[in-house]
């Protein structure tokens, strides 16, 4: 379980693909009903945010998109990803 408060989260952008040319993320803590994005900062294959938990428990979401220097591009969105809390 996730702290509230900031919590370091850690995405890794790699496989058959071109250099990464665009990634963004967005959380949701209400299952996905509206979506907050989120700065990620980047470090080779890594992007990390800090996303800032209520206080409280509940479930984060998280919304991703990514697209190389071809223009491809790939979303993945995954509700209830993990719990935060006390």
Same mark, same amino acid.
């Given at each position: 379980? =996730?702290? $509230?408060?900031?919590?370091?989260? +850690? ?5 058959? #693909?071109? *250099?990464?040319? &665009?990634?963004?993320? =967005?959380? $949701?803590?209400?299952?996905?009903? +509206? ?5 990620? #900062?980047? *470090?080779?294959? &890594? ?40």
């Amino acid at each position: 379980m =996730a702290p $509230s408060g900031a919590f370091p989260l +850690t995405s890794r952008v790699g496989g058959n #693909t071109g *250099a990464v040319s &665009a990634f963004e993320l =967005a959380i $949701s803590h209400d299952d996905g009903k +509206t979506w907050q994005p989120t700065p990620v #900062t980047q *470090a080779g294959d &890594a992007y990390t945010a800090q996303p800032e938990h209520p206080s409280g428990n509940g479930f984060v979401s998280l919304r991703s998109a990514a697209t190389d220097a071809s223009g491809n591009s790939v979303r993945q969105t995954v509700l209830r990803a993990y719990q935060f809390g006390q």
